[in-house]
């Protein structure tokens, strides 16, 4: 149904209506279900482009400065047309924006596009960004700010409670300036296209369905009003359309759902759009299904400092043993140290030469043994000798030519290097032939040097180089560098480590849904592998649990961080020391408490690493000091409990349907009706009634 009267025109179903004023800008958002009004705050943008002016390289054309648009209405979806726009400044461009609303139950779907004429030069500038929607003016959906929570998909997820406020108190000002936004980029820091909002009159989410991996900021912002109890959000996307003059240039599906589910009824909405265009059923090693935990060392250091050689190999996974982890990663294993003369990734002859390399990690797989053999995918130092012959061409460049620099510095045991001698990473085009070929070398070497698993270093994340201004790439254009580059290199990497055996493995860093589809686990970073303040990895976790997610770097002994992983089913990834040091090298009560986790794990490895990770869904958990989070498998129900107090708490778990059948702790079976103890888990197994 739709109406379109005086200077308003809407669209409306039986769970969603919406209204626009005369410049197309939303001036209501109602879900009839609840009755609630999402948009609080009216006149705030709906959409931006930003625009290359010589008096500003980045110059907004907005929303709020159209003339009256044309809109059409139709039954069940709305057309507007801006036959041409006017920029922040007040001056007229010869480009034509059009965007429109089809609806469906509770679903809207937009799309955009913009037509940029073929006019004399100054009057059609090319358009560089497109921030759509902007979903503007949301404080509460429902009763108050403070009950409302945002989810936010940096890396395995964020929940911010009480957004707008948080939002405007967001960390230290740069400056003066508040960077009272969240802006990750998908596929990256971004781990996902889709976020949500939840308040007690319903739940909005706001999707990007878009297959092109093209980059794409995920946009939650605060939009300062004159006084605090005028703030409000605004949810969306930044595309790159870079559209010339000339060039028409539309979008891929931005979808809006007004609801009165939980998020978990979004994190479904976006794994069936996920589906159709990823596939998550390449069988995984079966070692890597089972993999409980991961050791993880350097064995020369990015300055020289020798820590390992290949003959002590065995050495190291006997000191992994003690812990009963069987999985060895071997960092700094290559010439130059680790982060350092990348990607040459040649044997040292300091650590005993290639020859030595092969017989060790032979002699340690025939001891029981799974190496992991460390690669980068991203990064390229200056002092390589790939550098010396296409660093320069390879570089990833800046809208001014500049390549993205990362400096990274390890720690020595001095003061000077670290001063005196930071060492550059410059970030590699992952779209260029030389360095597609370089890496897929490495994944060919890492299999011959007879490795389990290859791993490539900051492949679905890393630090923020995304857009790619080389011309001579020849990527479809700035914004298909990153996002089609890493998701091709990886299944190219994957086809290599999959020739050699189905037990072979690839390992990736960070997370992002398009890219981890070819691997077969991750070692992430950031958001979501913490048991405390805006961490939600539920998020993530619940949208995919297939990935195999390690737990971000174990380097102390952090007794909450073991608990938390082995509720969520984060595999450990121990780096005691910041990399340096065997886990012997922590005190021996640490190590031990590791070993039983592993063999809680091992036991229940058919449902608690195997199974599906239901979150909280089938639960009902009716003491807030236990953490619980459901299994499932074939045949088989668990739950992975912890008691977060510091006192004994009773197991105030069910799962309706279910009855319990026994409780288990690291330290054996336990009574189901005792307590649990401060601080431990439990593994709870359940039968159908
Ligand atoms: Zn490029």
């Given at each position: 149904m739709n109406n379109n009267h005086g200077d308003t025109a809407g669209i409306t179903t039986p769970h969603v209506a919406l209204l626009l004023d005369a410049r197309g800008i939303p001036i209501s958002l109602r879900n009839i279900r609840t009755g609630?009004?999402?948009?609080?705050?009216?006149?705030?943008?709906?959409w931006q482009m930003i625009y290359p002016h010589e008096d500003d390289p980045e110059t907004p054309i907005r929303s709020r400065d159209q003339a009256q648009a044309e809109i059409a209405t139709a039954a069940d979806s709305l057309t507007v047309r801006y036959p041409f726009l006017v920029d922040a400044f007040g001056r007229r461009l010869d480009v034509e924006f059009i965007y429109r609303v089809e609806a469906r139950d509770d679903t809207l779907l937009l799309t955009a596009e913009i037509r940029n004429a073929d006019a004399p030069a100054g009057t059609a500038p090319p358009i560089n960004e497109l921030w759509s929607p902007m979903l503007s003016g949301l404080r509460s959906l429902g009763r108050s700010p403070q009950e409302t929570f945002l989810l936010y998909p940096e890396s395995a997820g964020r929940r911010v409670a009480d957004p707008v406020h948080a939002l405007s108190n967001r960390g230290q000002p740069v400056r003066g300036a508040r960077l009272n936004w969240l802006r990750e980029f998908y596929p990256g820091k971004a781990s996902m296209q889709w976020m949500g909002l939840y308040g007690s009159g319903g739940s909005l989410y706001v999707g990007s369905h878009d297959t092109s991996l093209q980059t794409t900021a995920v946009n939650a912002m605060l939009v300062s009003g004159a006084a605090a109890q005028n703030d409000s959000l605004s949810l969306g996307f930044i595309k790159y359309p870079f559209c010339r003059p000339g060039e028409t240039w539309r979008s891929e599906p931005f979808v809006i759902v007004v609801h009165t589910g939980t998020w978990h009824a979004d994190a479904r909405r976006y794994r069936a759009f996920a589906d159709t265009w990823q596939d998550r059923r390449r069988a995984k090693p079966r070692w890597v299904e089972d993999m409980a935990a991961m050791h993880d060392i350097v064995m020369l250091h990015q300055h020289g400092r020798m820590r390992f050689r290949y003959d002590e190999i065995g050495t190291i996974c006997d000191a992994a043993k003690s812990a009963g982890i069987d999985v060895v990663k071997l960092t700094g294993w290559a010439h130059g140290g680790h982060d350092n003369q990348v990607p040459d990734f040649l044997p040292s002859e300091r650590l005993g030469g290639e020859h030595k390399l092969v017989e060790n990690i032979k002699a340690a797989r025939d001891s029981g043994a799974r190496i992991v053999l460390y690669f980068h995918f991203v990064q390229m130092s200056p002092n390589s000798s790939f550098y010396a012959k296409h660093g320069e061409f390879c570089q990833i460049k800046g809208p001014r030519g500049n390549p993205f620099i990362d400096v990274f510095t390890w720690p020595s045991n001095g003061s000077i290097i670290a001063m005196n001698e930071r060492m550059q990473l410059i970030n590699a085009c992952v779209a260029t032939e030389p360095w597609k070929e370089q890496v897929l070398d490495c994944v060919r070497r890492g299999v011959a040097y007879g490795a389990d698993c290859v791993f490539l270093d900051q492949t679905a994340g890393g630090p923020s180089s995304f857009l790619c201004f080389d011309e001579r790439h020849g990527h479809r254009s700035p914004a298909y560098s990153c996002g089609p580059g890493k998701t091709e290199l990886s299944r190219l990497a994957r086809e290599i480590v999959k020739s050699a055996g189905s037990e072979t493995a690839l390992g990736a860093e960070y997370i992002a849904d398009a890219i981890l589809q070819y691997y077969d686990f991750t070692i992430p970073f950031g958001s979501g592998f913490f048991y405390e303040g805006q961490h939600f990895g539920e998020m993530y976790r619940y949208t995919f649990p297939e990935d195999v997610l390690l737990t971000q770097y174990i380097s102390r002994e952090d007794y909450e961080q073991l608990a938390y992983s082995f509720v969520m089913g984060y595999r450990f990834f121990l780096a005691p020391l910041q990399q340096c040091e065997l886990i012997t090298a922590l005190r021996p009560e640490f190590v031990q408490r590791l070993a039983n986790l592993i063999r809680l794990r091992r036991t229940y490895a058919g449902v608690l690493l195997r199974g599906r990770f239901m979150e909280t869904l089938p639960l009902q958990v009716g003491n807030p000091a236990i953490v619980a989070r459901a299994y499932q498998s074939t045949g088989e129900a668990a739950v992975a409990v912890w008691n977060t107090s510091a006192r004994p708490q009773p197991l105030d778990v069910a799962w309706p349907g279910r009855i319990l059948a026994s409780v288990e702790t690291p330290g054996g079976m336990a009574d189901p009706s005792s307590d649990l103890p401060p601080g431990e888990v439990a593994v709870m197994v359940l039968r159908l009634l």
């Open positions: 609630c009004e999402y948009i609080e705050v009216r006149g705030l943008d709906f």
